[in-house]
T-cell receptor, first 115, second 118 residues
Framework: ETGVTQSPTHLIKTRGQQVTLRCSSQ?????VSWYQQALGQGPQFIFQ???????GRGNFPPRFSGLQFPNYSSELNVNALELDDSALYLC??????????????FGPGTRLLVL | AQTVTQSQPEMSVQEAETVTLSCTYD???????LFWYKQPPSRQMILVIR??????QNATENRFSVNFQKAAKSFSLKISDSQLGDTAMYFC???????????????FGEGTQLTVNP
C-alpha cells in the first residue's frame, strides 16, 4: 500500500455529464499528478499540481481541470464527458525537495465508464 | 519529447526461472530517472525499481535488477527466481529530473504482460 487513496473506485456516467474524481496524497507528499490509462495502454499524463497550482499539463483539452487543496489532496474534473473518456484514472503523489520531484507513488485508480 | 518503447507485448516464464523485459527510450535530456512499475489485475501501479541516469551502477531490489545502458538508451529489467505473484503488466517509464518549475511527468511505454507459470 502506498498511502495514496482515490475515490470513487468505479463510476458510470453518460455522455455530456460532468465528473469529479478525488485523490488523497501520501503523508508528507506535496505534489499530485493525474494520469489517464485507456484499456490496454500505458498511462498518459494529464497534469500535475504543486503548491495548489497547475505545474505542467499533457495533451488534454481544457475540459479536463483540477484543483489541489492546502492539505495536498486533489480533484480531477472532466466536463462534457465523451465516450473516449472511458478509462482508468490514476493519481500519483510525490515530494518536491530541493527543486527535484522524487518518485511518484500511485493510488488504486478510478475506473470511469461513459455511456 | 521523450518516447519509451517496450517491444515485447507478452512474455511468459516458469516459476523459479529468470526473465528479462526490454525497454528502450529516446531523449535529449542528460539528467533523468527511469522506472519499472508493475500493474497486477488489481490495477494498482506499484514501483518495482528506480534508476538515476547519473549513476553508472545498476539498481537492484531483491530479485529485481536492471541493466542500464545510457549510451544505447536501453533499460531492461531482470526478474530472478520468478514467483506466481510476479504475474502483472510491467511498464517502463521515463521522468526528466527537476520538477519544481517544469512539472516532471512520467512517460510510459505500452507495457509487457508477464505471466509466471507454475
Amino acid at each position: 500500500e502506498t498511502g495514496v487513496t482515490q475515490s470513487p473506485t468505479h463510476l458510470i456516467k453518460t455522455r455530456g455529464q460532468q465528473v469529479t474524481l478525488r485523490c488523497s496524497s501520501q503523508s508528507g507528499h506535496n505534489t499530485v499528478s493525474w494520469y489517464q490509462q485507456a484499456l490496454g495502454q500505458g498511462p498518459q499524463f494529464i497534469f500535475q499540481y504543486y503548491r495548489e497550482e497547475e505545474n505542467g499539463r499533457g495533451n488534454f483539452p481544457p475540459r479536463f481541470s483540477g484543483l489541489q487543496f492546502p492539505n495536498y489532496s486533489s480533484e480531477l474534473n472532466v466536463n462534457a464527458l465523451e465516450l473516449d473518456d472511458s478509462a482508468l484514472y490514476l493519481c500519483a503523489s510525490s515530494l518536491v525537495r530541493g527543486g527535484h520531484l522524487e518518485t511518484q507513488y500511485f493510488g488504486p485508480g478510478t475506473r470511469l465508464l461513459v455511456l | 519529447a521523450q518516447t519509451v518503447t517496450q517491444s515485447q507485448p507478452e512474455m511468459s516464464v516458469q516459476e523459479a526461472e529468470t526473465v528479462t523485459l526490454s525497454c528502450t527510450y529516446d531523449t535529449s535530456e542528460n539528467n533523468y530517472y527511469l522506472f519499472w512499475y508493475k500493474q497486477p489485475p488489481s490495477r494498482q501501479m506499484i514501483l518495482v525499481i528506480r534508476q538515476e541516469a547519473y549513476k553508472q551502477q545498476n539498481a537492484t531490489e531483491n530479485r529485481f535488477s536492471v541493466n542500464f545502458q545510457k549510451a544505447a538508451k536501453s533499460f531492461s529489467l531482470k526478474i530472478s527466481d520468478s514467483q506466481l505473484g510476479d504475474t502483472a503488466m510491467y511498464f517502463c517509464a521515463f521522468m526528466k529530473a527537476g520538477g519544481e518549475t517544469s512539472g516532471s511527468r512520467l512517460t510510459f511505454g505500452e507495457g509487457t504482460q508477464l505471466t509466471v507459470n507454475p
